[in-house]
């Protein structure tokens, strides 16, 4: 583990554009399950409960779910606070050397951390927007009003329209500044830093790929705690593991080489 760390730190302390993908991985270490690992959301929760689809055919019943869901505990993204690997990325930005964030996440956690230049590739579960106008609002203040029996499905407060968490559904389509954002990181990254993601669902598995297919290809580091689904044909160093030791031991020893590069 200790080559790799250097390794990996050796690529990230050369690279001149580097980026990072994060996922549900990253997170787990605040509280927050991810999707599929052992005690992850599928266990709970239906994943069809997040299809556009269901949503619409019965709004209230979603957000009644979503209550049900924070008041349990297992998925209370307003309590959560970021962890050591959450910090670690945003020390990499502030030292120059991770460009972009670009976040599977629908937490918050890395904003929250300091870092700057996040992309939302799936938006993020803090905001809630009318499905017409696009107003958005604390999610906060929408769960009062289902909580309080003063609304049972939720309406936009301009336009009267229907109102959902700002997270991309199954079955909704990519925010387009999102995406094109990622796409023009893709062409010019030089290193991809890969963290806690099983890059099973797409277009955001596209990233690793993309980056792998064009010429010259990025190095693709990856930190998890079971390879990825895509680690044989995307991933140049392997770490696996937890991602808060990880991250953090990875950005302590990208500090050091860049303090020595600077002697
Ligand atoms: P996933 O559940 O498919 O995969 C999680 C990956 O992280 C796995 O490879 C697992 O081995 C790894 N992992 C888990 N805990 C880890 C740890 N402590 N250290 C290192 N690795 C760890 O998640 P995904 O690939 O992000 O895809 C699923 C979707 O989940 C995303 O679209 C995302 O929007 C959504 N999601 C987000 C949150 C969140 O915002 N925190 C939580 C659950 C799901």
């Not at 690279?15 to 990072?20: C, E, K, P, V």
């Not at 929760?45 to 209550?67: A, C, K, T």
């Not at 690997?85 to 972009?100: D, F, N």
Request: aromatic fraction near 4%.
């Amino acid at each position: 583990m200790h080559d790799r760390i250097e390794q990996a730190a050796d690529l990230l302390a050369r690279s001149r554009n580097a980026i990072a993908l994060t996922g549900a991985g990253i997170s787990t270490e605040s509280g927050i399950p991810d999707f599929r690992s052992p005690g992850g959301l599928w266990e709970i929760i239906d994943p069809g409960e997040f299809s556009i689809d269901r949503f619409l055919q019965n709004p209230g019943r979603f957000w009644r779910i979503h209550l049900d869901l924070k008041a349990s505990g297992h998925f209370d993204l307003a309590s959560a606070q970021p962890n050591p690997a959450h910090y670690a990325l945003a020390r990499m930005e502030q030292l120059g050397v991770i460009k972009t964030v670009i976040t599977q996440n629908v937490d918050n956690l890395h904003q929250k951390a300091g870092s700057i230049e996040v992309v939302e590739f799936h938006g993020n579960l803090l905001r809630a927007t009318c499905i017409k106008c696009r107003a958005l609002e604390p999610i906060g203040d929408v769960e009062a009003r289902v909580a309080t029996g003063e609304e049972g499905t939720p309406r936009c407060r301009k336009c009267g329209g229907l109102v959902k968490p700002d997270a991309v559904f199954f079955g909704e389509a990519i925010p387009p500044k999102a995406l094109s954002v990622s796409h023009v990181q893709s062409q010019r990254t030089d290193v991809l830093l890969v963290v806690g993601t099983s890059l099973q669902v797409y277009p955001a598995a596209q990233i690793p790929l993309s980056v792998k297919l064009r010429y010259p290809p990025a190095q693709v580091i990856e930190i998890n705690r079971e390879p990825s689904a895509l680690h044989k044909q995307v991933t140049d160093v392997l770490l696996l593991g937890s991602a808060g030791e990880i991250v953090q031991r990875l950005a302590e020893t990208v500090e050091e080489r860049i303090a020595a590069m600077a002697c």
